[in-house]
């Protein structure tokens, strides 16, 4: 149990492609602070329904596997790496049967609230954390000392996904990924718990026409204005 003075927390929610994990991850480099994400847990949470034959849809199976698990982080990498009972998963998550299960299982409210409840205790043994994912300033931290929404075009999400697969050697067809982007967004917002939506109060960044520098530059000025503000110093 932590009983030290509360975290700082700063949030960055956002869809698919907006640029969000590149963001947390160099703002978090910048700022020496723990970076947490969240996509790679509901990840975690579909590959876990893969492996043991739960179909992804059935919530209650899904989330009595999750509470039989340990997700938890191996916090001694950059970025931290995610772990089913110990067991680093970091590269399986991404494939795409698992992109497609995290999707669906992140629907169910049972799920959610298994993870949000693993987040905020994360959040409570790192006393400076970013966390980003799609639901974090909106749901589960909504006082944050900063609550961020970063978006962009739809066109401009899938341009970078289709160079992101291709920089890892794999092949695809943009009209496909950004098929598939659409879809998921329009799950994301509209599922009954925890939909995509900006936090009330965030701050919004088009990334859209920003390259990654400007848009840390941006994040880390306003995080450091509100830290200055509240007399919070950067490091804990
Ligand atoms: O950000 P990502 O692509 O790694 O997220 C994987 C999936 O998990 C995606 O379908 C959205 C979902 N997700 C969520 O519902 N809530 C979060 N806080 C993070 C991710």
Known sequence: ?????????????????????????????????????????????????IERAIDPADGASVAAALRACRIDFDWSVSPPMVRLDGRPVGEAIRSPAATAAASVVAAHPEVRACLVESQRRIAADHPRLISEGRDQGSVVFPDALVRFY??????????????????????????????????????DSERA????????????????????????????????????????????
């Open 1 to 49: 149990m932590n009983a030290g003075p509360p975290s700082v927390v700063v949030t960055i929610d956002g869809p698919a492609g907006s640029g969000k994990s590149s963001a947390a991850d160099a703002l978090a480099q910048r700022l020496h602070w723990q970076v947490l994400d969240t996509g790679a847990m509901y990840r975690a949470a579909g590959l876990l329904a």
């Open 150 to 187: 970063l978006d962009a075009p739809v066109g401009e999400r899938t341009r970078r996904r289709v160079r992101q697969w291709a920089a890892e050697g794999r092949t695809a067809d943009p009209r496909e990924v950004e098929e598939a982007i659409r879809a998921r967004d329009l799950r």
């Open 193 to 236: 718990v925890g939909p995509l939506r900006k936090p009330e109060g965030g701050v919004s960044i088009d990334t859209g026409t920003l390259d990654l520098g400007e848009v840390v530059d941006r994040l880390e000025r306003t995080v450091r204005a509100a830290l200055a503000e509240h007399r919070i110093v950067a490091e804990a």
